[in-house]
């Protein structure tokens, strides 16, 4: 898809903050007075539990300042005065100082930060490093400026302004050492010393949970085109340690490219993703990594705000704790027998974590292989073709009545999971296995059928990663679409006997409106046949058409329908993919955006391939 392009500025920007936080690092002491560089004393204050509620009297103050530091780039600084202003070029600085109960001082932070919530009310003073606006710092007029080493080469014009400290931990060891620095600069060591104490208990926490776990093998990938990777030494590989994890690339060092052969050899059993890679699920899915075990089994996650991992500050725990329960699901277990309510109102007890499931539906299969529940998977529909390991799972026939429950009976499944299609043998289905039924009717109940098959499954980190990146998706569509015309469209499922189409209550037409158009068929109820008359009528001026239509783009030059404004102005498009906007799963935010891209071409950079009639055929961008 060309509206991939869109993140690679933006992830070009993260990669140098990941690089500057994972490869660069120091020692940071501290004196006060005027003892020398080097030489740590403990300075006399007076604090309660929270810095943010200090009580320091005047007189401790004086005695504590002024402070000499060594920071991480082995810098002297002298801080004359407790700071009340600081400006902080690096997001885990802020993270930093909210934990310490300080964030009520920090009057400018990067374009990046995203933690805590109320960062959103503080003044931007631009990117990274060079990429921040000095004059907008100045105005600001900080008492201190907190860095990282992407901002070493404008230290000397930072230095104009204000004192500057570089904060700039590079492992999991150096977070206390950041927090101890900070903690003396701002004359709270001891909410330092306890905010240190909750992160390393934290930490230890996490990693007893999977310490008797097998060490899983992990992929993580840091950008698509070229493919790169966290190398042994990073940051993401200590995370991907303490979660009971194996970096299969930690006998590199750095972020090094790799290639497709190399990581097929070495076979990861999981895959991790962020959503500024510039590759998906269902790329990974689609493409040479679908041999890997981790495809195979449904073991392909999307990290739900990468920011929890590579920021080194006390955030890092909620990324370590997420990776951990997408490596060791079973370590962090949900207690049975769990009790639910289904899609269809039914109460349904669980007894016992599901490890035989049999699906009835494709779009519960993709879903549980999303999650990261595909190993569990023993039965499909004859319909399921989708993540191509589903090839090699066993068929248990059609849709509702025409499933052969003999075939479900003998893969003696501990749960089945059906839609509203096998609500006519749900007695007969009941007597084999606990069965739920998910059926979600629109966007917001297919996050909730994720989430239920998740909570089921024992998979919802899993589930929670995929309604985020689903989320993801429809905000930013969403949010490009915004304001734009809204084109008529009409979208042809099928031509047999009249031009089948979707009317209101479908999620095509759902995904029209999501994407910024408008269904001319939206006053009808769910599927229905079009006459020609009648499409002539609502002048459609896109139209979509089904891979499986039966009609093709051409077809509609030399018809009635060659009068409508969509054919006449060459806009005639064939989806890559029917299931993508059938199928209430994961990919339907795949279907959105191409859908989006048909009707506002302009705003994705998508640009269709006129045919004959001006009428366009597209393989799906």
Not at 305 to 332: C, M, Q, T, W, Y
Not at 580 to 599: D, F, N, S
Request: hydrophobic share 40%; net charge negative.
């Amino acid at each position: 898809m060309q509206m991939k392009k869109t993140a690679v500025l933006l992830m070009l920007l993260l990669l140098g903050a990941v690089m500057a936080a994972g490869c660069i690092g120091g020692n940071a002491t501290t004196t006060t007075g005027s003892g020398s560089p080097g030489e740590s004393s403990s300075p006399q204050t007076t604090t309660t539990s929270s810095a943010s509620e200090s009580k320091t009297t005047t007189s401790s103050m004086e005695s504590h300042y002024p402070i000499t530091v060594t920071d991480f780039a082995n810098r002297t600084v002298t801080i004359e005065s407790e700071p009340k202003r600081v400006v902080t070029l690096a997001p885990s600085i802020t993270e930093d100082l909210y934990y310490l109960g300080l964030f009520d001082r920090v009057v400018g932070v990067t374009d990046y930060d995203d933690f805590p919530s109320e960062v959103a009310n503080v003044t931007r003073i631009g990117g990274y490093g060079k990429y921040a606006n000095l004059e907008v710092i100045a105005s600001l007029n900080p008492d201190l400026i907190l860095v990282d080493s992407y901002s070493t080469a404008i230290l000397g014009d930072l230095e104009k302004i204000a004192p500057v400290v570089v904060v700039d931990p590079h492992s999991m060891n150096d977070i206390p050492l950041a927090l101890d620095l900070l903690g003396r600069v701002f004359n709270v060591e001891g909410d330092a010393k306890r905010v240190t104490a909750e992160f390393q208990e934290r930490i230890r926490g996490i990693a007893s949970m999977v310490s008797g776990e097998s060490k899983v093998r992990v992929f993580y990938v840091v950008w698509n085109d070229p493919l790169m990777t966290a190398g042994g030494g990073t940051f993401i590989s200590d995370v991907i340690e303490l979660a009971g994890g194996e970096n299969i690339f930690n006998d590199t060092s750095g972020w090094p490219a790799v290639s497709i052969e190399q990581v097929l050899e070495r076979d990861p059993e999981v895959i991790i993703l962020t959503p500024h890679c510039g590759m998906t699920v269902q790329d990974v899915y689609n493409g040479p990594l679908a041999n890997t075990k981790a495809a195979k089994e449904g073991r392909v996650y999307m990290i739900e705000n990468e920011n929890d991992l590579i920021h080194p500050s006390p955030r890092v725990v909620l990324g370590l704790e997420s990776v951990a329960k997408l490596l060791h699901p079973e370590a962090f277990r949900v207690s049975y027998p769990l009790a639910i309510t289904d899609f269809a109102g039914r109460k349904v007890t669980i007894e016992r974590e599901p490890e035989r499931i049999v699906s009835l539906a494709p779009s519960i299969t993709e879903s549980l292989f999303y999650i990261g529940a595909g190993s569990k998977v023993v039965g499909v529909t004859d319909y399921d073709d989708f993540p191509p390991a589903v090839k090699n799972i066993t068929r248990i026939g059609g849709y509702g009545k025409y499933a052969n429950l003999e075939k479900i009976a003998s893969l003696q499944p501990d749960l089945i999971v059906a839609d509203g299609f096998s609500k006519d043998i749900l007695s007969s289905l009941e007597k084999i296995a606990p069965v739920i039924i998910v059926d979600p009717k629109n966007i917001t109940e297919i996050y909730d059928a994720i989430k239920l098959l998740g909570r089921v499954t024992n998979r919802e980190e899993g589930a929670n990663s995929v309604v985020a990146e689903m989320k993801a998706k429809v905000s930013y569509v969403s949010s490009m679409v915004a304001g734009k015309p809204k084109p008529r469209v009409f979208f042809i499922l099928s031509y047999y006997n009249g031009y089948w189409t979707a009317g209101a209550g479908t999620f095509v037409n759902d995904l029209i409106t999501l994407a910024g158009g408008e269904n001319v068929f939206n006053d009808v109820s769910g599927w229905g046949v079009a006459s020609e008359e009648q499409i002539i009528t609502r002048n459609p001026e896109v139209i979509i058409i089904s891979p499986n239509a039966g009609i093709k783009p051409e077809d509609l030059c030399s018809g009635p329908l060659s009068e409508v404004d969509a054919v006449k102005n060459g806009r005639v498009y064939v989806l890559s993919d029917e299931n993508l906007v059938v199928r209430p799963g994961p990919r339907i935010v795949h279907g959105l955006e191409e859908i989006a891209e048909y009707l506002h071409p302009d705003v994705f950079s998508y640009q269709p391939q006129p045919l004959a009639c001006n009428a366009t055929a597209s393989a799906g961008g």
